[in-house]
């Protein structure tokens, strides 16, 4: 069966090179016509964990309080805010940005009720005054921007002279449906089997949501590039950013696609100089760069035909098949060239056939090895991580199809005596022979450094840390960075939390005060109000129980706990401890309700007033103070508040914890399962702890499935632990220098492990079989090693060489992760080179793999 097919192969690819080059150029055709619906989704779908279940709870909390997404535009005219020329132009940017499309309404110093300017009372809440209204006080009304509950660090920032203007976008209840009906099927299929009409609607249901998504997307794209050119019309007469998710998620789409056409395009054409010199014959340059090339249209047209789409993670593949794919190809070069030398009568029939068949194991070898390496990366729960992982594996595939199809094809295209080069005529030789004897003369001090690195990389691994923030994604020149500055430091923080109250919390007790005619709670005269084990209830001037307080029990259930006088207060208590932690921005909740309530009665509402009160507020109030932090139907009350991306303190996960452990545990009356958090930073903050954990499952899966398959590979389990130390050690330097140079695990650092091993086995791999051969010659190990340095070393030293100098270009990019990928990349690839020509060899000389030396002279 083996010989039919080589036979098949050698007679079409060796014996027909232009038919299979034709074949290769219709497939490559055929599969590049879906390049034209490429995709890159950066949706919040592709940065959660796979069926986390507070993904859905986010969107629920999103539907009930009809809390959309919003962006921020930051607003400082050159002349004083207050001035008629500076709202005159405010307003006139605010009409414009409210004909945006999914805009439903805009928060701003213009349009809020001013309730402070001066003090109103209950009876003219219901028509209110706001900035433009004749006979305001514009001094009053700017103090109370800066000052009131309602908008302090929220529209106006401390300077008095940059405000904000709130773009409130619709919740996408379409959306919302579609996903939940699609993950509903989703999860009966995997408890029971679905009957064939299920199937079908799920089929359906899967087809129409990513549809739905694709135009969400794209409709979401298109309003941020409108918000930017209505303010691109008034930059010259103020200072204006924007900012919000939003605006977060459009500018990292902007930048990975950036990244992909101009440094991918950058990174091409730096190989192409690089391997010029390197190689000295446009065959040697064309076959390979063509072969990695038609490798990645060839994946990313059939990934564009199926619809299956790169994130900001699966994004790398690109880069990284680029890599494995040149590899592949310079090591069948360089094993060309050197038959070519050596055997100066073969035609290039027999030097083709040779390579093929000599390298051939080797390749198929770290082919397999590298894609358990990223095959490992389907154990962990990020959905773009898993499918990133997928790719790989189908690239690699096609990666390795091509290069025993293009560079053989090619090569017998090509007269030898045009391709013959002179023995060592770019001196690599000499450098990788540095690297043998170096070995060999300070073998005791390789295995010391070694150590020594080793130990340094473990401290540094153990300072890994899996915190980030949004605005570390951007250079500070970036508009996208600047905006989340002056957002998180003037107007109350750019990513959201929201904490949901359910239920009745356990019941309290509360100061009362016998001269109050209504005896109702005085929250600034609480001197333990959080303590007791009975409720007390709300009484009226006559001794009856109060009708409207939730603590009764006849009460009607169209009431809430939450908005009476003892909810209230408790809401008030956590709302003024959120407020105080240095992370948090603006927090809003009923709290804030209370606190203008009380202000403008001149004193604290009893049950019954707080009820009237509700029941009685224009539908502008109710909206912005009680409408999105109360849910009566479910009982729930929501405190949300943003959070400063830009604190150098910022730790999700922590912060999360502090607010759970004071609301549960510092007398506030809540159990631990009525205390509940949602919004933004709770689902990238359950990602991000997830990182860290599938981490280290998956380099435990990619060292056990390597050392797996090289044991089968050798047939020597010595000789796979051999191989696999060096591997280790490259990983752990570059798991190391992140935690030692304070770079975060994150949704892009988390595939550098995978990364790591994938490009370290293929040095490895290729050394012990090369070394094998040169053993088989003479047994003797010093001179199979010296030989192994001067010929796979070669091939070795090329690919360090062209993807460490060509992905250092990354290092220009203005997208942070892209940087840290390049750069994480090329030192992956100088420590796995210097593992491979020092500690490997060296292990190899230690243990005798390959069993005892031979006596007598040796070969060299």
Known sequence: MKQTLYRSYRRLVIGRPVLALALVALTLLALSLGLPNFKLDASADSLTLENDVAVDYFREVSKRYQSGDFLVVTFKPEQDLFSDQSLALLQSLQADLAGVEGVIGINSILTVPLLYSPVITMSELSEPKNLLSPDVDRTAAKREFLESPIYRDMLLGPDGQTTALLLNLAVDETYIALVRERDGLRARAKTTRLSVEEKAQLAATSAEFLAYRTAAAEAATARVESVRAIVAGYKDRAQIYLGGVTMITADMISFIKSDLVVFGAAILLFILVLMTVI???????????????SSVVMVLGWLSWIDWRLTVISSNFVALLLIIGLAITIHLIVRYRELAVAQPDWDQAQLVQETVQFMFKPVIYTALTTMVAFASLV???????????????????VAVVLSFLIIPAGLMLVSPAALRPKQDNDGSSAITLRFSRFTERFGGTVLVLSLAVAGLSALGISQLKVENRFIDYFRPSTEIYQGMTVIDDALGGTVSLDILLDGLPESVELNTSNDDPFNEVDAFDVQDPFDAPEPVLEADPFGEVDPFSEQNPAAAPRESYWFTSAGLAQIEFLHDYLESLPEVGKVQSLATAYKVARDVNGAPLNDFELAVLRQSLPDNI?????????????????????VKENDPNLQRAALVEKIRRYATQNDLGFKSEQVSFSGVLVLYNNMLQSLFHSQIVTLGVVFLGIALMMSLLFRNVLLALIGILPNILAASVVLGVMGLANIPLDMMTITIAAIVVGIGVDDTIHYIHRFRREFEIDRQYLPAMHRAHASIGRAMFYTSVIITLGFSILALSNFIPSVYFGLLTALAMLAAILAALTLLPQLILMFKPFGPAAAGPARD
């Open 279 to 293: 190689f000295r014959h446009w065959v040697f340059v064309l076959l390979p760069v063509l072969t990695a090339v």
């Open 379 to 397: 154990v962990s729960n990020i959905r773009p991580v898993m499918d990133f992982g997928w790719m790989m594996v189908i690239g690699l595939t």
């Open 622 to 642: 109710r909206d912005l103070l009680v409408a999105p932090y109360l849910s009566v139907e479910n009982n729930q009350a929501r405190i949300t508040l943003r």
